[in-house]
């Protein structure tokens, strides 16, 4: 099982920037495939970006396409989410995600295919 701890959330203004980050446990975090995901209020939760093992190959739902990066730093166990021009619909809690075991690309973007989550961090974007 792998440990994963989201730190990063905070209320930030309209148009502003936070960086997201995931500390994950294990010694073969290099060989996780890993994702965002994030839950507003009242709503199911949505994939937000993912990141392929070796970090060559990004995913992003179309509503964060151009504004959030996602990247990984296998030596540190960790995955960032840098988000930009934050908008008020981006308000929720944001999810890590693990996958410890191989997974197609077309899986990426499916929250039941990851194996392991973070307790989440809270992001507010205030207009």
């Known amino acids: 099982q792998v440990q994963l701890v989201e730190s990063g959330g905070g209320l930030v203004q309209a148009g502003g920037s936070l960086r997201l980050s995931c500390a994950a446990s294990g010694r073969t975090f290099s060989s996780y495939a890993m994702g965002w995901f994030r839950q507003a209020p009242g709503k199911e939760r949505e994939f937000v970006a993912a990141?392929?093992?070796?970090?060559?190959?990004?995913y992003y739902a179309d509503s964060v396409k151009g504004r959030f990066t996602i990247s990984r730093d296998n030596a540190k166990n960790t995955v960032y989410l840098q988000m930009n021009n934050l908008k008020p619909e981006d308000t929720a809690v944001y999810y890590c995600a693990a996958r410890t075991s191989p997974l197609r690309s077309y899986y990426y973007t499916t929250a039941n295919r990851y194996t392991d989550w973070g307790q989440g961090t809270q992001v507010t974007v205030s207009s």
């Open positions: 990141i392929s093992v070796s970090g060559g190959t990004t």
